[in-house]
């Protein structure tokens, strides 16, 4: 018994593309978020280093 081969599928073939929903009116952007979140870390890293610093 042959098997025929099955034709190999591409992702994405089908034309259709993700687009990422569209935030609520007043919710912040992801960029936002994001920057937001690096300059936690810094502020936290800096507090971290003066704590040491004054002990």
């Known amino acids: 018994m042959t098997t025929s081969e099955l034709p190999r599928r591409n992702p994405g073939a089908s034309g ?3 687009t990422p929903p569209e935030p609520q009116p007043g ?6 978020r994001v920057r ?3 300059g936690w870390e810094k502020f936290m890293h800096r507090s971290e280093t003066r704590q040491e610093t004054e002990t």
């Open 16 to 18: 259709r593309t993700y």
């Open 27 to 32: 919710a912040p952007s992801r960029a936002l």
């Open 36 to 38: 937001a979140a690096s």
